[in-house]
């Protein structure tokens, strides 16, 4: 008898799972690094390896790290929007090319232009998990103390620039 | 106004597919006939109205109309027709009306072919598709309509993935949901058979020929997105073991083997509960692949975009469709009889080890596939499998599965002996191991490579390929051989006989692809200048530049490559890479010229900044890489002989006369 019972039970285990998958995928889950110091690293640079790259030389500044990658599909989407920011000339945009190839990242830029005051090579990815990188693209607002304000997951879009990330670089820059 | 006509068109299809889930299965229970007899029209009405629907759509997409959320998001006014339409299942909200307009389709043609069926069957098999359409219309009423209005209208849409624009989408998606939907039949028919508690060989034979229908759409349809893949990714790969195309393999491998266990349970009465649960199990796959690729559980390089509220709808609906049919098993089976009994080597036992290997490696690709989530909710952090995980798996469970394949058919149900079995093969076993060892020492100069390759892989690949072929050679001549004129014996063969042996020869075409393309492809990725020249495979690339092009919503450039063989001009290749207007997205498109032994496949990376004109080219060399669909096309092939089998012609009109005789 028990072993008609067992597909039965093997699903019921399976969708737990899958539900947690679910509850993983949730975006509104806020990052517990917003608050905290922006992790420290030193990185080569992605169009020049021999120069590196700390979070402390922003000290002062209020900028943006904008996670992307030559693989990324809705990089892509938000492209636009980041070289129409780097054009307004309002906040440094510094990139982090996460799990790249050094070249598929270069020609990339290249290709469509490239909207970041300095971008930096995480080619293994290492400073993508400090950060807690939960999909490509992520966009974080850090302030002049170099404390991460806000993290934003999925593309930049006008909209969430226009009421979010405008707004809150306006005030971080009064501090 | 017309997109609200598609809106209210799938409300009331959603009242219609309510009342066919509920009113006949409740006929069938209290054997009223009035209740089970709505079930058919009900079937056709739901049929006409989510046609409706899709045909709004479809008008939606073809004027232009981007009031409509959907068509804002997925169109352009600069789109060419043909686009515009496959356009409609280009996004969520279109795929899943796709699939509720197929399973509407799927229902009404069992409505139609089902007039030779016990009417109680009837009434369970419709109804129970009729419920799994209640799912599939709330979802999209509630997360996910199509009909959205985007007022004001935008003045023009966001333009297709131009991915996606591509004659291969055109076909691909439609091709692989009418195999995912087809298996709601089979699903539908063991649910039945359990509701009525008779599991006995009649539903078998009922739902085979759906099943093998359903099997033939699907296998096409993988088939068509792995060449897609192939000519449009520009990488040269031809499966990438990706979750969304995981989720189409694992339905097919126990689609694969529910055709075959279907078989054994129709003509031995065996494996009855087995088969059932397979039925179960493998629409169950197609539900789950949607949930995967639908909820984005699964963050894929593909999709980035996904809803939590969807996921929860899609996993709650699958709770409630596989949970219930797996209980409703647990409750049912233990009452099934054994059916006929069998010999450890007979062709029940073959086909069982087919069985058992085949949902193996479902499971084996199913848990790669899930890996990551599994890990994640564990807590062992964000890991991913790829595709070496795989090939490492894939081919320790597939060389008995092809081994057997070879005897299966030469074997007789119920008892073989193992001496006798092992006499009429030893001459099959024996060239194909000589073929299949010396051939690979004559390739290296066939195709013209600069070292001669022999390695175990290649010969174990080959020896697969030609032991198909070879068994099925002994299995045509013992049926052709004996009494009587050639002619007759070859026509006395029945069609589903022949559809098996094209469905086989199909595999040993496609392990021949798979092993040749893999052992001897050349692949060379380089920085060419305008006049550079590379020799691979014993043709000359020549590199004349890239010059600029207008398409209709894109502009390229568009590289010439000049190919040739001992001074003699082959063919002119021309790549290209093309940027798209309005979603600005670079596109590869590779140049390929195909032929029976090999590919030339050039495809353009990017240009080199510091060297004017020069460009990174991929040139690649694909032996034999075609065999892989034609194989898969040879499988379609066989399917479709095998439901053309007389039987099933003769079989409605016997059934007629019984009928009529009672």
């Known amino acids: 008898m028990m072993r008609f019972i067992l597909p039965f039970v093997i699903f019921l285990v399976l969708s737990v799972f899958l539900y947690k998958g679910l509850g993983r995928d949730t975006r509104e889950v806020p990052s517990p690094l917003v608050g905290k110091p922006a992790p420290a690293f030193m990185l080569p640079q992605l169009h020049d390896a021999t120069r590196q790259f700390a979070p402390k030389e922003m000290l002062g500044k209020v900028w ?4 992307w990658a030559s693989w990324c599909g809705a990089c892509k989407d938000e492209h636009p929007i980041l070289m129409e920011l780097s054009h307004q000339n309002i906040v440094p945009i510094v990139g982090l090319d996460y799990k790249d190839k050094r070249l598929d990242g270069e020609a990339t830029l290249n290709n469509a232009g490239d909207p970041y005051n300095l971008v930096i090579a995480d080619l293994d990815g290492k400073v993508g998990f400090d950060y807690g990188v939960y999909g490509v693209p992520e966009t974080y607002v850090i302030d002049k103390k170099g404390i991460i304000k806000f993290k934003l997951i999925g593309p930049v879009t006008p909209q969430n620039l226009r009421e979010t990330i405008l707004p809150m670089v306006a005030e971080l820059e009064k501090q | 106004m017309i997109p609200e006509l598609g809106h209210f068109s799938l409300i009331v299809a959603l009242f219609l597919a309510t009342t066919l889930g509920v009113l006949p299965i409740l006929g069938a229970a209290r054997n009223n006939s009035v209740l089970m007899g709505v079930a058919r029209p009900l079937a056709y009405g739901q049929m006409l109205l989510i046609g409706v629907a899709f045909a709004t759509l479809a008008n939606a997409f073809l004027s232009n109309d981007f009031s409509v959320l959907y068509v804002a998001q997925h169109s352009n006014s600069q789109l060419p027709g043909q686009y515009r339409f496959a356009a409609i299942w280009g996004g969520h909200e279109g795929s899943l009306l796709l699939w509720a307009f197929f399973l509407s389709v799927w229902t009404a043609a069992v409505a139609a072919f089902s007039k030779h069926l016990p009417e109680e069957m009837v009434a369970r098999v419709l109804g129970v598709m009729g419920m799994i359409s209640v799912g599939f219309l709330l979802f999209m009423l509630f997360t996910s309509s199509p009909f959205e209005r985007l007022l004001p209208a935008a003045a023009d849409g966001r333009d297709l993935n131009p991915l996606l624009q591509d004659p291969g989408l055109v076909i691909h998606p439609p091709m692989l949901y009418m195999g995912y939907v087809g298996f709601s039949v089979a699903f539908a028919f063991a649910i039945s058979a359990l509701l009525g508690g008779k599991l006995d060989a009649t539903w078998a034979r009922w739902s085979r020929p759906w099943t093998t229908v359903a099997w033939v759409f699907m296998t096409i349809g993988i088939a068509l997105g792995s060449g897609w893949a192939y000519y449009e990714l520009g990488w040269g790969g031809w499966w990438f073991w990706d979750p969304v195309e995981n989720a189409s393999f694992m ?9 075959h266990s279907l078989a054994v349970t129709e003509k031995r009465g065996a494996f009855k509960s087995w088969t059932v649960l397979l039925a179960i199990a493998a629409f169950s796959l197609s539900l789950l692949g949607t949930f995967l690729v639908r909820s984005g559980v699964l963050t894929s390089v593909h999709s980035f975009a996904s809803d939590p509220k969807r996921g929860i709808f899609i996993l709650s609906f699958l709770v409630l469709v596989i949970g219930a049919s797996l209980l409703l098993f647990a409750w049912r089976a233990p009452k099934v009889g054994l059916g006929g009994k069998f010999d450890m080597v007979s062709r029940e036992s073959l086909l069982l080890s087919n069985n058992v290997l085949l949902s193996v490696a479902s499971a084996s690709v199913f848990i790669g596939t899930l890996y990551p989530l599994f890990m994640d909710a564990l807590g062992y952090g964000k890991l991913s499998v790829g595709a070496p995980y795989f090939e490492a798996v894939f081919v320790p469970l597939m060389v008995p599965m092809v081994f057997l394949m070879g005897l299966g058919p030469l074997a007789r149900w119920k008892k073989m002996s193992v001496p006798d079995l092992a006499r009429r093969v030893r001459w099959a076993f024996g060239s194909a191991l000589v073929l299949a060892v010396l051939l690979p020492l004559l390739m290296g100069k066939f195709l013209s490579l600069e070292s001669n390759k022999w390695s175990p892989m290649i010969v174990l690949g080959l020896l697969m390929a030609f032991w198909v072929i070879a068994t099925l050679v002994v299995s045509l001549r013992q049926r052709w051989a004996g009494q009587g004129r050639f002619m007759q014996r070859v026509r006395a063969q029945s069609l589903s006989y022949y559809g098996m042996q094209v469905a086989h020869l199909g595999v040993a075409l496609f392990i021949i692809g798979v092993t040749l393309v893999k052992g001897y492809e050349t692949e060379r990725d380089l920085r060419m200048n305008v006049g550079d020249t590379v020799v691979a495979g014993g043709y000359e690339f020549r590199f004349n530049g890239v010059t600029e092009s207008q398409g209709p919503n894109y502009v390229a450039g568009v590289g010439h490559v000049s190919v040739s063989r001992d001074g003699h001009l082959v063919t002119e290749l021309e790549p290209e890479k093309r940027q798209y207007n309005v979603s600005g997205m670079p596109l590869t498109e590779a140049a ?8 030339l496949y050039v495809s353009l990376g990017e240009p080199i900044p510091e060297a004017e004109g020069a460009w990174a080219v991929r040139v690649y060399i694909k032996p034999f890489i075609d065999w892989i669909w ?17 039987r099933y012609r003769i079989h409605k009109k016997a059934v007629t006369l019984q009928g009529a005789a009672a």
């Not at chain 2, 339905?251 to 055709?259: E, R, S």
């Not at chain 2, 390929?592 to 590919?599: L, Q």
């Not at chain 2, 034609?630 to 007389?646: E, F, N, Q, T």
């Open chain 1, 64 to 67: 943006l790290l904008n996670v």
């Open chain 2, 592 to 599: 390929i010229t195909t032929g029976v032994f090999r590919d």
């Open chain 2, 630 to 646: 034609a194989g898969c096309l040879l499988m379609g092939l066989g399917g479709i002989l095998a439901v053309s089998d007389r």
């Open chain 2, 251 to 259: 339905p097919w491998l126990l689609g694969t083997a529910l055709i």
